[in-house]
């Protein structure tokens, strides 16, 4: 399984509804023993990675994999540790907290055990899963079944149409060209790794909202396309004369620059497949009204992906004002129409949640 799979598998299944085959996928979940292991909202062992953000944190072809084959993708911390006691047969588990002196594991019978290394003949990692692969346990419409139920997992959040929670203050509009010029930033905020983990379509209509100096603008035009258009929007012209001059360097002839408002970023509805918010979301003095504006852009099926700095990361010198929870994000623009779809988790400092419009049309 992927690395970023553990680092924020949570809980609960999602309210917007479970199907039959999803449903029938939770029964297989619970009769085939994953639930030895795997937790969800709090129920079942802790040998396993919690199964309840599945859904938004994995892909369709993740979930199946890790299911076929545990060992093609196994996170750190999840690989198999072998103790071998002075006296007594091996033991086999998953460390959970380890010195020079002493290692804690959890063992494949449920149980916590403490060995003081001094003590081990051996001690070792082997780069396997504990998990058993379940290719020739369940049938292949078992293994869709399960695949369609782990997809629903999506966590706790707040219904559309509920009144929007916001504890945060906003910011105010950011004006450093220096740092959002910087030379090292395409090395610590890669853009194309973003940008191939979105599967842009070619020919796709996409708006950068709050683009800023056109950092993704034109990225996202060269992924798009001539068959394509991207819209740059932003609230100061200054940056918008940036990006045409971005725009002519690249020598890009799909790109429309607009000049948007506080209330409203001048979007043609139902028009776009896409649009991406990148690191200006907190800065929006109305987000209710300029996310249903976006809602309102938004083709059936099309995707907002929201990218904020993360308040939780001890990674990044940016401004607390400038920086968001994914609670805060989640809590926000969930109740403005949008479901959860993914978290990618690209890289430590940053937040990369993907919303659909919900109900989908």
């Known amino acids: 399984m992927r690395q970023f799979f553990l680092a924020i598998l949570a809980s609960s299944i999602c309210c917007y509804g479970q199907n039959a085959q999803a449903a029938r996928g939770e029964q297989i979940l619970e009769r085939s023993g994953c639930a030895r292991c795997h937790s969800v909202e709090s129920r079942g062992g802790a ?3 919690d199964l309840s953000e599945a859904g938004i944190v994995l892909s369709p072809e993740s979930l ?9 993708e196994i996170a750190s911390g999840y690989q198999t540790v072998v103790a071998v006691p002075a006296t ?3 033991v086999e588990g998953i460390a959970l ?5 002493s290692i804690q594991m959890r063992t494949t019978d449920g149980n916590l055990r403490s060995f003081k290394k001094d003590d081990l003949q051996d ?3 082997e780069e396997r899963s504990l998990m058993p692969s379940y290719v020739n346990k369940l049938s292949s419409t078992e293994i869709d079944s399960l695949v369609e139920y782990l997809e629903t997992l999506k966590g706790t959040h707040p219904a559309p149409g509920t009144p929007v929670r916001r504890s945060r203050d906003i910011a105010g509009i950011s004006e450093n060209l220096e740092f959002l010029r910087r030379p090292e930033r395409s090395e610590e905020e890669p853009p194309d790794e973003l940008l191939d ?6 020919g796709s209509a996409a708006a950068d909202l709050g683009a800023g100096t056109g950092y993704f603008t034109w990225r996202l035009a060269q992924r798009v396309g001539p068959q394509g258009k991207v819209i740059a929007v932003d609230i100061q012209q200054k940056m918008l004369d940036l990006i045409a001059e971005e725009v002519k360097q690249h020598a890009l002839s799909n790109v429309d620059l607009v000049l948007g408002g506080e209330h409203d970023p001048r979007l043609p509805e139902k028009s776009l497949d896409l649009v991406l918010i990148a690191y200006a979301y907190h800065e929006f003095s109305q987000p209710e009204e300029i996310m249903a504006a976006v809602r309102r852009s938004l083709k059936p099926g099309g995707r907002v992906v929201l990218l904020e700095y993360a308040l939780e990361s001890a990674y990044t010198s940016v401004p607390g004002l400038h920086k968001m929870r994914l609670e805060d994000i989640r809590s ?8 959860l779809d993914r978290v990618l988790h690209l890289i430590p400092k940053q937040h990369c949640v993907i919303f659909i419009k919900w109900p989908r049309e």
């Open 47 to 49: 040998l396993g990675p």
């Open 64 to 72: 199946r994999l890790a299911i076929t084959n545990p060992g093609a």
């Open 88 to 90: 007594g047969k091996k």
């Open 97 to 101: 907290n380890e010195d020079d002196i």
């Open 123 to 125: 001690l070792r990692r």
């Open 197 to 202: 983990a979105l599967q842009i379509r070619v």
């Open 332 to 339: 926000e623009i969930e109740p403005m129409g949008f479901a």
